[in-house]
Antibody
Framework: EEQLVQSGAEVKKPGESLKISCKGS????????IGWVRQMPGKGLEWMGV????????TYSPSFQGQVTISADKSISTAFLQWSSLKASDSAMYYC????????????WGQGTTVTVSS | QSALTQPASVSGSPGQSITISCTGT?????????VSWYQQHPGKAPKLMIH???NRPSGVSNRFSGSKSGNTASLTISGLQAEDEADYYC??????????FGGGTKLTVL
């Protein structure tokens, strides 16, 4: 079964750093782009960016460029989303999703990681 | 870039059909056939329902269909069922090689 499994919920303080993960299985991880999607409480989905684990080519949404870092380690079939200095406004659910092989849709989704930033 | 425009809410009775619109620009919806639709139930991850404007993934009911005309894409759900009550999001590839979601539409089955 093709699946993405994300790391568990995080509770952090403003200014702290954080790295969450998304592990793929059941398919050739290095051959599919992985995207990250933010959903703030009670709000809609926001596309953050994508990475191609095969060569780590990355594209960011202008809204998230410079705010987060997307990376991947194909040797462990895992993609990452990280912050160097969290803000309260980063509190949200974060989903990783696999982009389909040919199109630009997201056909396999992780279960989501809740990030709470509070002093 | 700005989010694609969707109605905030739609509703219909069981057995009826509803259509959700998704309006963008020539730089996204109108410029590419990379429009997809996602269903999200409360507390759950989104699920792909339509890809490449009008294609259904394996396992998705044929009650769901998609189309596009100019800068507007549409999702139609026929034979509404209680289980269809959820939030629906459109998504498009853009000319900047990024992606953009619609604001989401809450579907209520009366």
């Amino acid at each position: 079964e093709e699946q993405l499994v994300q790391s568990g919920a995080e509770v952090k303080k403003p200014g702290e750093s954080l790295k969450i993960s998304c592990k793929g299985s059941g398919y050739r991880f290095s051959s599919y782009w992985i995207g990250w999607v933010r959903q703030m409480p009670g709000k809609g989905l926001e596309w953050m960016g994508v990475i191609y684990p095969g060569d780590s080519e990355t594209t960011y949404s202008p809204s998230f460029q410079g705010q987060v870092t997307i990376s991947a380690d194909k040797s462990i079939s895992t993609a990452f989303l990280q912050w160097s200095s969290l803000k309260a406004s980063d509190s949200a659910m974060y989903y990783c999703a696999r982009r389909s092989y040919v199109g630009r849709d997201m056909d396999v989704w992780g279960q989501g990681t809740t990030v709470t930033v509070s002093s | 870039q700005s989010a694609l425009t969707q109605p905030a809410s739609v509703s219909g009775s069981p057995g009826q059909s509803i259509t959700i619109s998704c309006t963008g620009t020539t730089s996204d919806v109108g410029g590419y056939n990379f429009v997809s639709w996602y269903q999200q139930h409360p507390g759950k991850a989104p699920k792909l329902m339509i890809h490449d404007v009008s294609n259904r993934p394996s396992g998705v009911s044929n009650r769901f269909s998609g189309s596009k005309s100019g800068n507007t894409a549409s999702l139609t759900i026929s034979g509404l069922q209680a289980e269809d009550e959820a939030d629906y999001y459109c998504f498009s590839y853009t000319s900047s090689s990024t992606g953009v979601f619609g604001g989401g539409t809450k579907l209520t089955v009366l």
